[in-house]
């Protein structure tokens, strides 16, 4: 008699309700820092390069920082962009999207109950929920060298 009761779709409800309520009211996140910490290599050729000058920004700001190296950026829903150069060495320009960091990033299946926690932001500052990978490897592109001039020729001032 008990295990049918367990069957009834009453019960069912009864329970799909208390654990909604279980997850919405009671369960409560720590408070997110939209700060975060990245770590920085340039490679070249197969090779990690030191005393790369990078440029990393998005929509909350700018950070500079000496590839290899780390810096802490203001988390954002807007790309990252990555912008390094070294004289005579070479450059590199590339972006990394923020990956959302939630546990519930968008329905789960918990028994027979699909359960929707949170929403989407539309705000490119906020950087709530969301994360960079931690550590950025840039690949950077030789300096082009300069052709030698053939035959200046005569140079007429």
């Known amino acids: 008699m ?35 910490q990245l770590e920085v290599h340039a490679i070249l050729d197969h090779r990690e390069m030191t005393g790369v000058g990078c440029v990393l920004s998005n929509a909350a700001g700018r950070w500079f920082v000496v590839a290899p190296g780390r810096v802490t950026v203001e988390r954002s829903r807007s790309p990252l962009m990555i912008d390094c150069a070294r004289d005579g060495a070479g450059s590199a320009l590339e972006v990394t999207q923020a990956h959302n960091t939630s ?55």
Do not use: K, W
């Open 2 to 36: 008990i295990g049918e009761a367990m069957f009834h779709p009453y019960f069912r409800t009864a329970c799909a309700l208390a654990l909604s309520a279980v997850l919405g009211g009671c369960v409560t996140a720590p408070a997110e820092t939209t700060q975060q």
């Open 103 to 157: 546990l519930f990033d968008g329905g789960r299946l918990i028994g027979s109950i699909i359960v929707r926690v949170g929403g989407s932001h539309a705000d490119p500052y906020d950087g709530s929920g969301v994360a960079y990978e931690s550590t950025l490897t840039v690949l950077m592109h030789p300096a082009t060298r300069p052709e030698a001039v053939a035959d200046p020729g005569n140079v007429v001032f």
